[in-house]
């Protein structure tokens, strides 16, 4: 009986001797939340509430599958911040959240922040009654991400008693994440030395120094979660004590809060939250744009030359074709030197344009300005200009006046050489030929706008001259061979007929601008800018009899009209953006949702489209809305996204640049099994839509349900 009451004795002895070793040895800790894309438990450091502690140490610890990720308190362009909330807590007066500075990561072309692999968002608990028993019941709603997204939400519990003990472990878990939260007052050697967001809200400029050299430095910019930045542009100086960096704003909440921006680096991260008036900083250096070898130099030129000619066979070609026919009828009555010196002076015209265009763009980028493709026709008053010079040529063509140079300058020349005909008319057919032609796109000519707009001045003024001598090239052959003219009927009676003809297709032209100026500038300016090519048409017909002070004051009222209705009346009549219209469900474009479709195993196709744009009309017409592809767009299994360009558009603008594209028609698919996207060719084809469609749906995967 003794040796039976000292073995229990000892039995108990070691039991309560265990429990308080174990009790010691393992902090509490939540029944754990086990999913496929995450797994979330509670952790202490302390086991129990101290007598008199008003506050515990804790954390949420969030491990991740492999290719999964969770998100910042300002996750980029997209995404959520994980939110916790605490109702039905016993003992709680306050939870701090602490957010451990984040890393970078690129998903669907968007910049994010946030956590991958581990995480523990480190929790400052105050109590309502300091060494009082702890129940916490938190629930959590977290979005993890791979190929797709899933929202998981779930409870958590942990019940702490009055005691003591404290795990080393845990705690030293949960300090490890700690040490990552910037603290304002712990700036751990670096210093914000300026801020500066332009005038436009378009850019953030950021700069600060260290005392010791930056190692891998990364920068976070928080302005609210409707604030999204692109890409960052990183350069250190001053033997890496300088820190300079300018973020993209991709787009900007209508009341942004107060600036916050933290900055890592390897082992340090500190917080600052600077005012954004300064000046902006100077880069510490230039980046040095690449000198392209010279054959790939040669093969963009030949590229150039091919996008010119084949835009004399586009979709646009329609309303230059009658300025062209009306230059070859009247070679019939030249020699075969005023033939040559007629068609070089055509080519001369759209060579110039070309150059003009490039010294635009030269111009416009050194200022800071977006430039793209054919963007003029975003322009109202661009507009005005060419329905005011087309109205009048047709109506020349129809024979209700001719256009002819001041009597006195006629005499002066014919003087000077009776021999020789005025090439200024053949200048400016060339030159509106380019200017007509720029709406559209072509094979070879995206890519090689596209290398122009990124490289240096020379670049762009060589590209430009080889897209103007493609588009010059059937003026240049008939000026190589004045014979060419020859083939077309001898002029007679027909000829009449024709340019009524003529006179029509151009104000076919003149009726597409006006419906272009009215999604641009509204249906009151475009009204009001046709009404007024009409008066001043009439004036010049019937106002020859008038005296010349009068006729030309006449003129002048309605071409003045003309080209202020655009900027006096520009949006009356405009209920602004217009829904995506036709047999296609489109819905409106918006960068951050093609990631959230292509997140829940969606497949997206976005058009980049614009009123003006006669390609954008021709793919819509022969390949989007016909067949295959229509019934694949309506189905469901894709959704049709568009976006409209007829207007200037940053987010637009920004999307094509960031494609590497500068113009339109652009077509872009994006899936699961491509999140960076399948772009597609401008002339679009229905093999090549829907193998795109194809290859960026999921492979036989489905989306994990919310909370699996």
């Known amino acids: 009986m003794g040796k039976a009451l000292v073995k229990l004795v000892l039995v108990v002895w070691v039991t309560a001797l265990g429990l308080l070793l174990t009790g010691q040895g393992q902090a509490a800790t939540s029944a754990p939340h086990d999913s496929l894309p995450v797994n979330a438990r509670l952790v202490t450091a302390q086991d129990g509430v101290e007598p008199g502690a008003g506050t515990l140490t804790?954390?949420?610890?969030?491990?991740?599958?492999?290719?999964?990720?969770?998100?910042?308190?300002?996750?980029?362009?997209?995404?959520?911040?994980?939110?916790?909330?605490?109702?039905?807590?016993?003992?709680?007066?306050?939870?701090q959240f602490h957010w451990p500075a984040p890393i970078r990561f690129r998903a669907f072309g968007i910049e994010n922040f946030g956590y991958k692999d581990e995480v523990v968002f480190p929790l400052t608990i105050t109590l309502e009654n300091p060494g009082a028993p702890v129940d916490l019941k938190a629930d959590v709603a977290v979005l993890v991400c791979s190929d797709v997204c899933v929202p998981v939400e779930f409870p958590l519990s942990l019940s702490l008693p009055q005691g003591s003990g404290r795990d080393q472990d845990s705690a030293r878990l949960i300090n490890a994440y700690m040490s990552r939260v910037p603290v304002p007052d712990n700036s751990n050697g670096i210093a914000s030395e300026s801020a500066s967001l332009d005038a436009e809200a378009k850019t953030l400029t950021l700069s600060f120094t260290s005392d010791l050299p930056f190692d891998a430095p990364d920068v976070f910019p928080d302005m609210g979660r409707d604030t999204a930045f692109g890409a960052p542009d990183i350069r250190l100086g001053e033997d890496g004590r300088l820190l300079w960096v300018q973020f993209p704003i991709l787009a900007l909440a209508d009341s942004p809060p107060a600036l916050s921006v933290t900055v890592t680096d390897t082992n340090r991260v500190a917080e600052f939250a600077p005012r954004t008036d300064a000046r902006p900083a100077p880069p510490p250096y230039e980046i040095a744009t690449a000198e392209p070898s010279a054959g790939?130099?040669?093969?963009?030129?030949?590229?150039?030359?091919?996008?010119?000619?084949?835009?004399?066979?586009?979709?646009?070609?329609?309303?230059?074709?009658?300025?062209?026919?009306?230059?070859?009828?009247?070679?019939?009555?030249r020699s075969p030197a005023q033939i040559r010196a007629?068609?070089?002076?055509?080519?001369?015209?759209?060579?110039?344009?070309?150059?003009?265009?490039?010294?635009?763009?030269?111009?416009?980028?050194?200022?800071?300005?977006?430039?793209?493709?054919?963007?003029?026709?975003q322009n109202p008053l661009f507009l005005a200009v060419m329905i005011v010079v087309l109205a009048v040529f047709a109506a020349s063509l129809a024979g209700l006046?001719?256009?002819?140079?001041?009597?006195?300058?006629?005499?002066?020349?014919?003087?000077?050489?009776?021999?020789?005909?005025?090439?200024?008319?053949?200048?400016?057919?060339?030159?509106?030929?380019?200017?007509?032609?720029?709406?559209?796109?072509?094979?070879?000519?995206?890519?090689?706008?596209?290398?122009?707009?990124?490289?240096?001045?020379?670049?762009?003024?060589?590209?430009?001259?080889?897209?103007?001598?493609?588009?010059?090239?059937?003026?240049?052959?008939?000026?190589?061979?004045?014979?060419?003219?020859?083939?077309?009927?001898?002029?007679?009676?027909?000829?009449?007929?024709?340019?009524?003809?003529?006179?029509?297709?151009?104000?076919?032209?003149?009726?597409?601008?006006?419906?272009?100026?009215?999604?641009?500038?509204?249906?009151?300016?475009?009204?009001?800018?046709?009404?007024?090519?009409?008066?001043?048409?009439?004036?010049?017909?019937?106002?020859?009899?008038?005296?010349?002070?009068?006729?030309?004051?006449?003129?002048?009222?309605?071409?003045?009209?003309?080209?202020?209705?655009?900027?006096?009346?520009?949006?009356?009549?405009?209920?602004?953006?217009?829904?995506?219209?036709?047999?296609?469900?489109?819905?409106?474009?918006?960068?951050?949702?093609?990631?959230?479709?292509?997140?829940?195993?969606?497949?997206?196709?976005?058009?980049?489209?614009?009123?003006?744009?006669?390609?954008?009309?021709?793919?819509?017409?022969?390949?989007?809305?016909?067949?295959?592809?229509?019934?694949?767009?309506?189905?469901?299994?894709?959704?049709?996204?568009?976006?409209?360009?007829?207007?200037?558009?940053?987010?637009?603008?920004?999307?094509?640049?960031?494609?590497?594209?500068?113009g339109i028609p652009f077509n872009i698919v994006y899936g699961p099994s491509a999140p960076e996207g399948i772009a597609l060719p401008e002339i679009l084809s229905t093999a090549a839509v829907l193998e795109a469609l194809d290859k960026a749906a999921p492979d036989g995967g489905t989306p994990l349900a919310s909370g699996s």
Not at 311 to 329: G, Q
Not at 345 to 369: E, K, N, V
Not at 470 to 492: D, F, I, N, S
């Open 58 to 95: 804790a954390g949420l610890h969030l491990k991740l599958a492999e290719g999964w990720k969770t998100y910042w308190k300002s996750p980029g362009e997209v995404g959520i911040p994980p939110k916790v909330t605490w109702e039905g807590s016993q003992n709680i007066r306050d939870v």
């Open 296 to 333: 790939a130099m040669v093969w963009i030129l030949l590229l150039a030359v091919g996008g010119g000619l084949i835009l004399n066979v586009m979709p646009c070609v329609l309303p230059v074709l009658s300025i062209k026919l009306s230059s070859a009828v009247k070679a019939h009555d």
């Open 342 to 377: 007629g068609f070089l002076a055509s080519a001369a015209g759209i060579l110039a344009f070309m150059w003009l265009l490039a010294g635009i763009t030269i111009a416009a980028r050194s200022l800071g300005y977006s430039i793209g493709w054919g963007i003029q026709f």
């Open 401 to 662: 006046f001719e256009i002819t140079l001041p009597q006195a300058l006629n005499t002066r020349l014919a003087h000077v050489d009776e021999g020789r005909t005025p090439l200024a008319g053949d200048f400016l057919t060339g030159a509106f030929s380019a200017v007509l032609a720029t709406p559209c796109s072509a094979p070879f000519l995206g890519t090689a706008v596209a290398f122009a707009l990124t490289g240096r001045p020379v670049d762009i003024l060589a590209i430009f001259t080889a897209l103007g001598l493609g588009l010059a090239t059937p003026y240049l052959l008939v000026a190589a061979h004045p014979k060419l003219t020859a083939a077309l009927p001898k002029p007679g009676r027909w000829m009449v007929g024709l340019k009524w003809v003529l006179s029509a297709a151009l104000l076919a032209t003149i009726g597409w601008l006006v419906w272009v100026m009215a999604g641009v500038a509204g249906d009151a300016a475009a009204t009001a800018t046709a009404l007024a090519a009409a008066v001043l048409v009439l004036v010049i017909w019937r106002g020859a009899a008038l005296p010349p002070a009068l006729r030309w004051s006449a003129m002048a009222l309605p071409l003045v009209a003309a080209l202020a209705a655009p900027v006096a009346i520009a949006g009356k009549g405009r209920t602004g953006p217009t829904e995506p219209a036709g047999e296609i469900p489109w819905v409106t474009f918006s960068r951050p949702e093609i990631a959230r479709l292509v997140s829940r195993g969606e497949v997206v196709f976005v058009d980049v489209t614009a009123d003006w744009c006669l390609t954008c009309k021709a793919n819509k017409a022969l390949v989007l809305e016909r067949g295959e592809v229509l019934a694949a767009l309506q189905s469901g299994e894709a959704v049709p996204m568009q976006a409209d360009w007829t207007r200037p558009d940053d987010a637009i603008a920004q999307f094509l640049e960031d494609n590497d594209r500068f």
